[in-house]
């Protein structure tokens, strides 16, 4: 069983940056491939960013390629989604969730754990 806790969502200005944080419990972190989705008002939940069990493979949505940075710290149990230059359309509650056995998993159903979301709100 995983537990996961996302922090530093808020509202920040078009262009600005946000640092997202999820905390993970248990003992076996590094076992588990992470990612990040988020989901805006009236919209399906979307896929973002995944970064794999060994810290060396990360694969970006084109909606975010190059602006957003996901990493994680095997140590600390926790993985971070670095966002810059955001834009309004950015805007929506941002999700992290483990999968045990994916390869760079992009589909959320195949996600076996998930945070209880953060709001990210950027304003134009």
């Known amino acids: 069983q995983v537990q996961l806790v996302e922090s530093g969502g808020g509202l920040v200005q078009a262009g600005h940056s946000l640092r997202l944080s999820c905390a993970a419990s248990?003992?076996?972190?590094?076992?588990?491939?992470m990612g990040w989705f988020r989901q805006a008002p009236g919209k399906e939940r979307e896929f973002v960013a995944v970064?794999?069990?060994?810290?060396?493979?990360?694969y970006y949505a084109d909606s975010v390629k190059g602006r957003f940075t996901i990493s994680r710290d095997n140590a600390k149990n926790t993985v971070y989604l670095q966002m810059n230059s955001l834009k309004p359309e950015d805007t929506a509650v941002y999700y992290c969730?483990?999968?045990?056995?994916?390869?760079?998993?992009?589909?959320?159903?195949?996600?076996?754990?998930w945070g209880q979301g953060t709001q990210v709100t950027v304003s134009s």
């Open positions: 248990g003992r076996t972190f590094s076992s588990y491939e």
């Open positions: 970064i794999g069990r060994n810290t060396l493979s990360a």
């Open positions: 969730a483990a999968n045990r056995w994916g390869s760079l998993e992009v589909l959320a159903h195949g996600y076996d754990y």
